[in-house]
Every structure is written in structure tokens, then in C-alpha cells.
């Protein structure tokens, strides 16, 4: 179980954000007042020499607090599979032990799996975690998780999963590097099986509230990230060869669940 972040989390995500949101006004002045387009020019690589995912690899006990905060964070709240018909995507999974029903990409210490594990203990099939090598190694082990470390720059390495998951990882990342990841993504999905799962906020085109503006301009600021809006994430899915299947939410307050596939040719 995730303990609270408590005095040293908050330090480690003050220390993450602050020093760059406290040159943002001058970044943008010399920038143009333009959008970031490149995680290797985001205001955080200008201010302090790296963007966010270098600088807590970097340092052990940053990234141990970030993981504890990922696993904490959204504790109370419904995961993606309860807000969205999972039931429809285990129906329709290869009925065999072999088969791989879910691979969580970017999925940390595998808290949205453990979960997913404890509610459908009966689901068919193998579940995935994957994340960045310094993310694996110091991830516990889980019953009925696999884990593996991978990098979505490559071509998953996973074919033919029943679900791709990648919750909160689009928004981290402008659109060429989400692009990329799609493409990667693409390469390993069966048409008419596999599925995308992208659980992030989708935003109304205007009057944002205020908690999602302002984590908006924490993504830009950290790694030249974005939260989208339906156009965007649209745009964006189309773009990569994918089709929107449906947005699921519970309240425009929280993230919703995109399912999209890959376009017939
Ligand atoms: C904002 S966290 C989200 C974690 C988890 N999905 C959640 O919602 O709690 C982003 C995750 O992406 C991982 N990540 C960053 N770059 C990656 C890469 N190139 N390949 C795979 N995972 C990556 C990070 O280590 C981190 O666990």
C-alpha cells in the first residue's frame, strides 16, 4: 500500500516544478510567448539543464518519492476500469492463459494493476506492467503482474494485447514524441482486437477550469506536455492512423478514458 507523500513528497514535487515556474515568465518572453513544441527545449531543460524524466532518474530518492506520489495520488478515486465498460474488453479477450489481456504503458509501480487485479481476480489472460528501467527495478513485486522495463520510444515489444493502457502519459509529452509513441504502439496491435486505452483529461475547447489550466501550464513547463481537448486528442489520434471508438467520464473534473483503434486501411 502507498503511504502519503507527506513533507518530503510535497519537497520533491516543489523542488519539480517551482525553480522552472519561477523563470516561465522569462522563458516565455524570449520564446515568443509560443508553446513549447520539444521535450528537449521545455522551460525546465532551459532553466535547470533537464526535463522532468531525467532529472528524477538522476537522483534515487526523488524518484522513490515520485512513484510513492503516482501510487498515492489518486487514492479514493475510480480507476479507469470504473468509469469505463471493462466488462466489454474481457469478453472479448482471447480466453487463454497465454494471451496478454492488458499492458500498462508508463505504468509506474503497477498500482492501477494491482488494483485491476483485485477486483477482476477472474479476468483471462496475463497483465503487463512496462516502465522506464530505473522504474521497474525499484518496483514491488505483484501477484499476477508481470513486469518488464521498456521505453515507448521503441516498437512495443508486446504484440497483440487485448489493451494498451497508458494512463497519464499523453499529457506529459508534446505531439510529435505522442505521435511516436502511438506509432510504436500501432506496430504491436491486432486489427479489430487490440485496443488503445488513453486515460487523461479531455478538455472543452474554452473556459477551463482552473485546476486543469493550471496543470496544463505544469506540463508545459516540466516537459513541453499538454492536457488536450477533444479537438487536440482527436487530431492528434488521427493523425497517428487511429480512430476514437468512445470517450468515457464520470465528471468533467476528472480524467476520462479514450478508446480508439487503429483505422482499417
Ligand atoms: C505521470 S507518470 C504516470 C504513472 C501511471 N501511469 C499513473 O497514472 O499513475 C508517467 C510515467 O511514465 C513513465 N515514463 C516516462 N518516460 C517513459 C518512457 N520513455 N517509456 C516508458 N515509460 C516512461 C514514468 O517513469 C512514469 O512512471
Redesign the pocket.
Known amino acids: 500500500m502507498a503511504q502519503p507523500m507527506g513533507k518530503a513528497g510535497v519537497s520533491c514535487l516543489y523542488d519539480l516544478s517551482v525553480p522552472t515556474l519561477a523563470k516561465l515568465p522569462e522563458y516565455l518572453r524570449l520564446h515568443g510567448y509560443k508553446n513549447p513544441k520539444d521535450y528537449s527545449r521545455s522551460p525546465m531543460q532551459w532553466a535547470v539543464g533537464e526535463s522532468q524524466?531525467e532529472w528524477?532518474a538522476r537522483d534515487q530518492n526523488k524518484q522513490a518519492l515520485f512513484?510513492s506520489y503516482?501510487?498515492s495520488?489518486?487514492q479514493g478515486k475510480p480507476s479507469w476500469f470504473e468509469t469505463y465498460p471493462v466488462q466489454d474488453l474481457l469478453d472479448g479477450a482471447i480466453q487463454h492463459e497465454d494471451a496478454v489481456t492488458i499492458v500498462?504503458?508508463?505504468?509506474?509501480h503497477g498500482?492501477?494493476l494491482r488494483k485491476f487485479n483485485e477486483m477482476y481476480p477472474t479476468a483471462p489472460g496475463r497483465l503487463v506492467l512496462?516502465?522506464?528501467p530505473?522504474?521497474i527495478k525499484s518496483a514491488p513485486r505483484l501477484e499476477g503482474v508481470e513486469s518488464m522495463a521498456?521505453?515507448?520510444?521503441d516498437p512495443q515489444p508486446i504484440k497483440g494485447a487485448r489493451a494498451y493502457t497508458?494512463?497519464?502519459?499523453f499529457?506529459?509529452w508534446p505531439d510529435h514524441i505522442c505521435h511516436k509513441i502511438l506509432m510504436n504502439t500501432a506496430s504491436a496491435m491486432t486489427p479489430a482486437y487490440s485496443k488503445l486505452i488513453i486515460?487523461d483529461f479531455v478538455l472543452p475547447d474554452t473556459d477551463v477550469p482552473l485546476f486543469q489550466a493550471s496543470l496544463d501550464i505544469q506540463m508545459m513547463s516540466i516537459g513541453a506536455g499538454v492536457e488536450r481537448s477533444e479537438t487536440q486528442w482527436r487530431e492528434l489520434l488521427h493523425s497517428a492512423g487511429f480512430e476514437v471508438v468512445r470517450i468515457c467520464r464520470k465528471n468533467p473534473g476528472m480524467e476520462a478514458v479514450i478508446e480508439a483503434i487503429p483505422m482499417s486501411p
Do not use: T
Open positions: 524524466f528524477l512513484d503516482m501510487s495520488r489518486r500498462d504503458v508508463g505504468g509506474n498500482h492501477d512496462q516502465d522506464l530505473s522504474v521498456y521505453s515507448f520510444y497508458f494512463r497519464a502519459i499529457h506529459d486515460v
